[in-house]
């Protein structure tokens, strides 16, 4: 079992429809988490960065993390066909010089 | 330069050739990471630079994998007698502070090797 698991779809929405993508980890030290976002033949780039338990939002994204589940989602609102990427969860921890551990990403389809 | 770059974008190789992959971080990065992306998968740590020094190598595959920085911003990943399962994307990261503590990752594009 990895340490990081996340669904890879894909998943097909219609442009304007809300998202929900999770992960869950096994590793209770982690305490940094992250959400990065993939277009194709390009590198991951930072959506969303939290700490602690509860919600963080940013415009149409909302990341959430509840660690007593060790569970992580990402929302995003008002989806538009140019969110259509990978979306990769990604964890760290002090003990691991905070080294990410990703998922291996979910993919997303926004059709018009 | 603006962003991390990383040359080449793409490079075959024949199996048993040795390679190397180029990666511009960040002016002023300290910390640089390579990770490695099969097809359909999500990053995996190979390995981790705090300035010149490797602090971490804990992901390399294998010891055909050799990474450098010698003078604390370029480095260089070096793949000897490569085989078919080093196929992959090759991406290259930095961050501003020690350890990538509460500062982002910043990727490049990586480098797309297919070895045949």
């Known amino acids: 079992q990895k340490e990081v698991e996340q669904d890879p779809g894909p998943l097909s929405v219609p442009e304007g429809a809300i998202v929900s993508l999770n992960c869950t980890y096994s590793?209770?030290?982690?305490?940094?988490f992250m959400w990065y976002r993939q277009y194709s033949r390009k590198g991951p780039e930072l959506l969303m960065y939290t700490y602690s338990s509860g919600n963080k939002e940013d415009g149409r994204f909302t990341a959430q993390v509840d660690k007593s589940s060790k569970y992580i989602s990402l929302f995003i609102r008002d989806s538009q066909p140019s969110d259509s990427a990978t979306y990769l969860c990604?964890?760290?921890?002090?003990?691991?010089?905070?080294?990410?551990?990703f998922g291996r990403g979910t993919s997303l389809i926004v059709h018009p | 330069g603006a962003g991390v770059s990383q040359s080449p974008r793409y490079k075959v190789a024949k199996r048993g050739q040795d390679v190397a992959l180029r990666c511009d971080p960040i002016?002023?990065?300290?910390?640089l990471f390579w990770y490695q992306q099969a097809l359909g998968q999500g990053p995996e740590f190979l390995t981790y630079?705090?300035?010149?020094?490797?602090?971490?190598k804990s992901g390399l595959p294998s010891d055909r994998f050799f990474a450098e920085r010698p003078e604390g911003s370029v480095s260089t990943l070096k793949i000897q007698r490569t085989q078919q399962e080093d196929s992959a994307v090759y991406l290259c990261a930095s961050s501003l502070d020690f350890q990538g503590q509460n500062s982002p990752l910043h990727f490049g594009n990586g480098t797309r090797l297919t070895v045949t």
């Open positions: 590793n209770s030290a982690f305490q940094y």
């Open positions: 630079f705090q300035n010149e020094a490797q602090l971490d």
């Open positions: 990604a964890m760290s921890f002090p003990g691991g010089s905070y080294i990410p551990t």
């Open positions: 002016s002023g990065h300290v910390s």
